[in-house]
């Protein structure tokens, strides 16, 4: 208990008794429509009986809910999966996320021009609006230190965030007008490195060619080359499993340079993705990346204002 009361949760750690903040609203959906009447089911090998459902009802719901929950957003996984086969009461046991969550409420302001009069109504309906980032607990670090994907295919801060819309004036005996959208950020799903230095000029950016040597607390570690792109094949089919056949990647990353420094990763990002989409040219699943050199967008923005 001294070793756990040194653990700082309260910045960017969240919890919930009775919503699955792993998962996303559509997966946690389709879980109640595939067991609707939420009936007795086992968790790790024990199983909630009808006389402790009676007694405590919320416990079943609980139990469902905590055998459900995705692993790859749980950053507390390997600290509670061992306690589910010598813990009785499940209630001790909840995954935690690592990111950011927020809701607020809103309403419709309708406008409204009588004969040039302007007027404001407010909406009859009322909104929440929902905010959640994930971190996955997978290859995580700190900038400069973890860059690309590791031999598992995990991108190195890797994050979901999850905006959902509900309509909350909807009446009970109506359905419920929701809404949710995902998007996902990490760094390029490709063998890569910067190599942190603590001075004015920017690191320069190397790409897998060959084989890869970081010089990290005087350990040099070598990764052998990716010529097939297999870490990154798995990357993608874990997006695709969890997504769809219909992957658009945005890339943010500058295109155009003087030195090349970034564009040597956006060279080799498309060529990951040109030699991946080959694997697919007999199924309806793509890949798209899109460049969209932001920095250099603004820029020009900001100019053209003057």
Request: glycine share 4%; hydrophobic share 40%.
């Amino acid at each position: 208990m001294k070793c756990l009361s040194k653990l700082d949760i309260n910045l960017g750690f969240y919890f919930s008794c009775s919503y699955d903040l792993t998962n996303p609203l559509s997966k946690n959906i389709t879980k109640n429509l595939r067991n609707p009447e939420n009936k007795f089911r086992k968790s790790m090998g024990d199983k909630v009986s009808k006389e402790s459902y009676k007694s405590n009802p919320d416990l079943n719901l609980h139990v469902t809910y905590l055998e459900n929950y995705f692993d790859f957003f749980a950053w507390n996984h390997q600290l509670i999966f061992e306690f589910f086969g010598c813990v009785a009461n499940k209630r001790w046991i909840l995954p935690i996320i690592h990111g950011y969550m927020d809701q607020k409420s809103f309403f419709i302001l309708l406008f409204i021009n009588y004969w040039r009069l302007l007027e404001f109504h407010y909406g009859s309906n009322i909104f929440s609006l929902t905010l959640i980032s994930r971190r996955s607990r997978h290859h995580a670090g700190t900038r400069y230190i973890k860059r690309g994907l590791n031999e598992e295919g995990y991108a190195a801060n890797h994050v979901e965030t999850e905006q959902i819309v509900v309509e909350c004036s909807t009446s009970l005996n109506e359905y419920l007008n929701l809404s949710s959208f995902i998007q996902i950020r990490g760094s390029a799903p490709i063998y890569w490195f910067q190599q942190p230095h603590i001075y004015i000029p920017k690191p320069d950016i190397s790409s897998n060619f060959n084989f890869l040597i970081f010089v990290y607390f005087a350990i040099f570690t070598v990764i052998h080359s990716d010529p097939y792109y297999l870490a990154t094949k798995k990357h993608f089919y874990d997006l695709i499993s969890r997504f769809g056949d219909q992957i658009f990647c945005l890339n943010l990353v500058k295109v155009v340079e003087a030195q090349k420094r970034e564009s040597i990763l956006v060279e080799e990002y498309q060529k990951a993705v040109d030699y991946i989409n080959k694997d697919f040219e007999e199924e309806p699943i793509c890949i798209r990346l899109h460049n969209y050199d932001m920095k250099n967008i603004l820029k020009k923005l900001f100019f053209n204002r003057f």
